[in-house]
């Protein structure tokens, strides 16, 4: 998981680069090219993955810090391909790693996640995913349904506890 979390910010780095000087720089080459990246890192020495993950987050938060209010409206596109606005580079790095926060099994449920967070994540994944069914359930395992993660206590309009999805992220 810190391989992936590594690599996305060198990915979401790109478009940084992209949204500072104009040049068009792809988070990934390419799905299979991002896959292989992390299948090849994940199983480095936990020290270095650590020292990475460190490195990578610091350096897109320096990166980050240095873009003008212009360059925040800068048109880019996410790795699926769709146009987004530079501005919403910090929630993808956002919802990345907090989602994978809960991924890593070290303690942290989306019950731990604050509330804001999990409503905008809901948000997303409803207008990221299109048709998703009516739901009801406490908002953290809603998230994690939406997310594709595991949940309990979510029922769809028709009382029946919700059908699983796939993942997401």
Not at 61 to 78: F, I, K, P, V
Not at 152 to 164: M, Y
Request: with cysteine; glycine share 8%; charged share 20%.
């Amino acid at each position: 998981m810190l391989a992936h979390l590594s690599l996305n910010a060198e990915a979401i780095g790109n478009l940084v680069h992209w949204a500072r000087t104009g040049e068009e720089r792809p988070m990934y080459s390419s799905p299979a090219q991002r896959d292989a990246d992390i299948e090849a890192n994940a199983s480095r020495p936990a020290d270095e993955l650590l020292a990475w993950f460190d490195e990578s987050a610091r350096k897109l938060a320096a990166a980050m810090d240095e873009l003008t209010g212009e360059q925040w409206q800068a048109s880019l596109r996410n790795a699926q391909g769709l146009a987004i606005s530079a501005d919403y580079v910090p929630w993808m790095r956002s919802r990345e790693v907090m989602i994978h926060a809960v991924d890593l099994g070290s303690g942290v449920t989306f019950a731990d996640l604050p509330t804001g967070f999990l409503q905008a994540l809901c948000d997303d994944i409803r207008s990221m995913r299109g048709d998703l069914p009516e739901l009801t359930g406490p908002l953290p395992q809603v998230a994690a349904y939406l997310a594709g993660r595991p949940y309990d206590e979510v029922l769809a309009a028709d009382g029946k506890p919700a059908e699983p999805l796939p993942g997401w992220l």
